[in-house]
């Protein structure tokens, strides 16, 4: 652990250099999992910056996730009513 005493030092190491420290722990069951290549989970590099970029391309400003909000909206109805009928086949249809 550090702490810094100066706003000018924090201003410094988390703005002008925070693709330094911009990164995610690792987490061993995330890779157990299967989760290791979804966006959230993903280390700061080539393959992340690229994701991030399609993911704002089609959700980057509040008018498109609008656009989406009824399509989000009824693939979680259809995820809920499918847990509520066949609760254990759950990891199916959280992971869609």
């Given at each position: 652990?550090?702490?810094?005493?100066?706003?000018?030092?924090?201003?410094?190491?988390?703005?002008?250099?925070?693709?330094?420290?911009?990164?995610?722990?690792?987490?061993?069951?995330?890779?157990?999992?299967?989760w290791?290549?979804?966006?959230?989970?993903?280390?700061?590099?080539?393959?992340?910056?690229?994701?991030?970029?399609?993911?704002?391309?089609?959700?980057?400003?509040?008018?498109?996730?609008?656009?989406?909000?009824?399509?989000?909206?009824?693939?979680?109805?259809?995820?809920?009513?499918?847990l509520?009928?066949?609760?254990?086949?759950?990891?199916?249809?959280?992971?869609?």
């Open positions: 652990m550090v702490i810094i005493n100066s706003p000018t030092i924090a201003n410094d190491l988390f703005n002008k250099r925070g693709a330094i420290y911009s990164d995610r722990p690792h987490f061993p069951m995330v890779s157990l999992s299967g290791k290549d979804v966006i959230v989970m993903l280390t700061y590099g080539e393959r992340f910056r690229s994701q991030r970029k399609m993911v704002y391309s089609i959700m980057g400003n509040r008018s498109r996730v609008e656009e989406f909000g009824h399509v989000m909206e009824a693939e979680a109805q259809t995820c809920a009513r499918r509520i009928d066949q609760p254990h086949d759950f990891q199916i249809f959280v992971r869609k």
